[in-house]
C-alpha cells in the first residue's frame, strides 16, 4: 500500500512538473514574404535578438522574406514580437502560438538562402505578393464542411507528415520533399476547373504552392490561412483527424488530445497498428522518416529499418544496393 501510494504521488508530482514546464515555454511560428535587402544584417539583427531572449529554434531568411520557429519562456516570445515589430517590413504578421516544452530546439539556426521554403522554380519561381491563392480563414473553411460545398483539400505536405494527420478526404500527391509539386501536379490536374484549398502545417508552403497552380492552369484556388495549425486551434479534433506533424523536438502536437474525440489515425509501417511513434530507419545511408509502434521496436532490440528495404533517402536521393544492404 506505502510503495503504490509512493509511486503515485511521484507520478503525479512528475505531472505537476511537466504542466508547469509547458505553462511556461511557448513557440511561436510565423512566416513573411517580403522584400530584404540585406538579409544578412537582419541575420545578425535577429541572433541578437536572440542571444538577448534565449531562444532557441530555426529562422531561415532570403530577399524574399522570412520563415520562423522559435521557442523560449512566454516573456521572451512576447518581447521578441516588440523587437521584431520595430521593422516595418515586419508589421502585420500573423503569429501563430502554442505550448512549448522547454527543449523542442537543441540549438538556435538562423541561415541566409535563395527561398524561404524550397520550391526551387528557378527563373519561373513564384512571387506570392503577386500570385497567390485566396485566403481563407479557419472560420470560413469550417463553414464550407458543415454546409457541404464542393471543393477539393490538397495537402502540399510531405507524405509522412500526411499519414499521422489530415483533414478528411484529402487529397495527397506524392510529394516526398516540397520540390517535388512541380512532378506530381499532373496527379490533380483532373481538378484544375474545380475549387481547390492548398493547406499545409503553418500556411508558408501554400503561399508558393497555390500560386503555382493558378501559374499550372488552376482557375479556383484558395489557400487556408494561418495553416493547419490555425484551424486545429479554432476547432480542435474537428476535420482536421489525428496530430500534426512539426519540426521540432515534439515531433507532433495536437489540441485536447485527450478527448474522446480525438482519435489516431497513424498506423505502423510495419504491422499496421495505430500509432503515431516516428523514427528514423538506422541504416545511415537512409535515416527516412516513418511511423513504427513500439511493439515492433521491441521486436528489432529498438531499432528500426524500412519496411521491404531502403530505396530512397529521407530527402529523395536513391540509395545504391550496397548502401541499402548496411544494416
Known sequence: MGKTLFANIARWLKYINNYKSMQKYEIILFYKYVYIEDPLAV???QEDICARLELKG????ASEGINVTFEGTKESITEYVKELEKDKRFLNIHFKLSIGTGNAFPKLSIKVRKEIVSLGLGVCDID???T???HLSPLELHEWIKNRKEFYIIDMRNVYEHKVGHFKNSIMPSIENFRDLPRVVGQIIHLKNKTVLTVCTGGVR???ASGFLITQGFTDVYQLDGGIVSYMECFP???FQGKLYVFDGRVTMGFYTD???HEIIGKCDNCGEKSE???NCDNSSCHRHFISCKNCLSKNEGKAFCVGGCVLSRHGRKISRLEADLV
Open 206 to 208: 501554400c503561399e508558393k
Open 259 to 261: 478527448d474522446i474525440k
Open 43 to 45: 541575420k545578425a539583427w
Open 237 to 239: 479534433n474537428e476535420d
Open 277 to 279: 511513434n516516428y523514427v
Open 132 to 134: 497567390t491563392g485566396v
Open 58 to 61: 530555426r529562422c531561415i531568411l
Open 128 to 130: 506570392p505578393n503577386q
